[in-house]
Nanobody
């Protein structure tokens, strides 16, 4: 069993920043099978959408949704199954619940397109952006 725990959500002003953290806990043998990790988000009344994902091998570059490129940065504590998401230049439309996700699959290109591709989910941490 793998548990996913996010932290770092909260209020932010337009143009401001926040940094989310995520760590896995649980059965070590299950955790060792985790490969791709990333972030999804869900705004009120909208579907969940992929934000970014990162491979456990640092030779592979992270992948971002179009809206996240240039503003958000995903990073990983390689070997520790911890990831982070730095959100800069926040906009009101970035207000959402942000979920850390993990999969036993590699970070192949289409993985971020569907929430169903990630087996493990955190409870979410909310970011609210106001002017």
């Amino acid at each position: 069993q793998v548990r996913v725990m996010e932290s770092g959500g909260g209020p932010a002003e337009t143009g401001g920043s926040r940094r989310l953290s995520c760590a896995l806990s649980g059965d070590s043998s299950d955790i060792e099978e985790v490969d791709c990790m990333g972030w999804f988000r869900q705004a009120p009344g909208k579907q969940r959408e992929g934000v970014a994902m990162i491979d456990p091998d640092p030779k592979y570059a992270p992948d971002y949704a179009a809206f996240a490129k240039g503003r958000f940065t995903i990073s990983r504590d390689y070997g520790a199954h911890k990831i982070y998401l730095a959100l800069n230049g926040l906009k009101s439309e970035d207000s959402a619940d942000y979920y850390c996700v993990a999969s036993r699959s590699m970070c192949y290109s289409t993985l971020l397109r569907s929430p169903a591709n990630f087996e493990y989910w955190g409870q979410g941490t909310q970011i609210t952006v106001s002017s």
